[in-house]
């Protein structure tokens, strides 16, 4: 019986790389950020603590070439009611830590001004939050790394980040957002297996194209092909459908074309870059 080979996961306490190369020719510039709640549904959502990383990033090498800004802000909820045991024991934040805290809305606004992207890890719950607050984010650009970047192609089984982490050989167990958006941080900046684009860069390229909402008129037999490519069923309309990116939609195409599929894809809706997420 072959041995399997000995896995050596490391712990990563959140800590920024560091990247320290003179940029030339064009600049990106991005914002990873990640926000803390109280609220499952993001339009009445309590936004209590907002992390964000400006990062400079040479579009020639997709490279980082620095740490812009760093900024971890707590915002007083308050309600009496916010910080319960079960709160307090999923996300280290207690009453005392917030109390009379708010964000500095003018430099946050300035971050809004001044960057191309911005990144969340579940930019379709971040971004509505956000913008309850900070309306001027109409036209900015969010970029989802739970979505928009095609783990399932790449071999990963969940898109969870305690198990991308863990699937790029290193984890972190922290409770509190800075450390999160670190975590991202890292984990954008690596590349898949075999893959010569980081994540970052497969990231940024997808997240100014258009959002293309997509029927696909398939037989019952197709079900497992349907659900392979994560089209959901509509039991409403009586369909199945996927949201997704143009280069996305082209690589499914070749896929289910590859596996004998013989329905259609349809699309039905298309949203421009700045729609995404609201």
Same mark, same amino acid.
């Given at each position: 019986?072959?041995?399997?080979?000995?896995?050596?996961?490391?712990?990563?306490?959140?800590?920024?790389?560091?990247?320290?190369?003179? *940029?030339?020719?064009?600049?990106?510039?991005?914002?990873?950020?990640?926000?803390?709640?109280?609220?499952?549904?993001?339009? &009445? *959502?309590?936004?209590?603590?907002?992390?964000?990383?400006?990062?400079?990033?040479?579009?020639?090498?997709?490279?980082?070439?620095?740490?812009?800004?760093? &900024?971890?802000?707590?915002?007083?909820?308050?309600?009496?009611?916010?910080?319960?045991?079960?709160?307090?024991?999923?996300?280290?934040?207690?009453?005392?830590?917030?109390?009379?805290?708010?964000?500095?809305?003018?430099?946050?606004?300035?971050?809004?001004?001044?960057?191309?992207?911005?990144?969340?890890?579940? *930019?379709?719950?971040?971004?509505?939050?956000?913008?309850?607050?900070?309306?001027?984010?109409?036209?900015?650009?969010?970029?989802?790394?739970?979505?928009?970047?095609?783990?399932?192609?790449?071999?990963?089984?969940?898109?969870?980040?305690?198990?991308?982490?863990?699937? &790029?050989?290193?984890?972190?167990?922290?409770?509190?957002?800075?450390?999160?958006?670190?975590?991202?941080?890292?984990?954008?900046?690596?590349?898949?297996?075999?893959?010569?684009?980081?994540?970052?860069?497969?990231?940024?390229?997808?997240?100014?194209?258009?959002?293309?909402?997509?029927?696909?008129?398939?037989? &019952?037999?197709?079900?497992?092909?349907?659900?392979?490519?994560?089209?959901?069923?509509?039991?409403?309309?009586?369909?199945?459908?996927?949201?997704?990116?143009?280069?996305?939609?082209?690589?499914?195409?070749?896929?289910?074309?590859?596996?004998?599929?013989?329905?259609?894809?349809?699309?039905?809706?298309?949203?421009?870059?700045?729609?995404?997420?609201?």
């Amino acid at each position: 019986m072959a041995h399997e080979k000995d896995i050596t996961i490391s712990y990563y306490d959140g800590t920024l790389p560091e990247f320290s190369k003179e *940029a030339s020719g064009e600049i990106l510039k991005v914002a990873v950020i990640g926000a803390e709640t109280k609220g499952k549904n993001p339009k &009445h *959502a309590k936004l209590i603590e907002l992390s964000v990383v400006v990062l400079e990033i040479e579009k020639e090498s997709w490279d980082v070439s620095s740490v812009l800004e760093q &900024h971890n802000w707590f915002q007083d909820p308050e309600e009496e009611d916010a910080f319960s045991d079960a709160f307090i024991a999923a996300t280290g934040i207690t009453q005392e830590m917030v109390a009379g805290k708010s964000i500095d809305s003018r430099a946050f606004e300035d971050i809004i001004d001044s960057v191309d992207i911005f990144i969340a890890y579940n *930019a379709g719950y971040v971004r509505p939050v956000l913008q309850e607050q900070f309306p001027n984010l109409e036209n900015s650009i969010f970029a989802c790394v739970r979505n928009q970047i095609d783990w399932s192609s790449k071999g990963y089984e969940s898109r969870s980040l305690s198990h991308l982490t863990k699937d &790029h050989f290193w984890y972190n167990d922290s409770l509190r957002m800075q450390d999160r958006v670190g975590v991202l941080v890292k984990l954008l900046s690596e590349k898949s297996e075999g893959q010569e684009v980081s994540y970052l860069q497969e990231l940024c390229e997808r997240a100014e194209e258009p959002l293309i909402t997509v029927e696909a008129q398939a037989g &019952h037999r197709e079900k497992y092909l349907m659900k392979k490519e994560r089209f959901r069923w509509d039991p409403r309309e009586k369909t199945f459908l996927r949201c997704m990116g143009s280069s996305t939609l082209e690589r499914v195409r070749k896929s289910l074309n590859s596996r004998g599929f013989q329905g259609k894809l349809i699309e039905r809706d298309r949203k421009s870059a700045c729609e995404r997420f609201k």
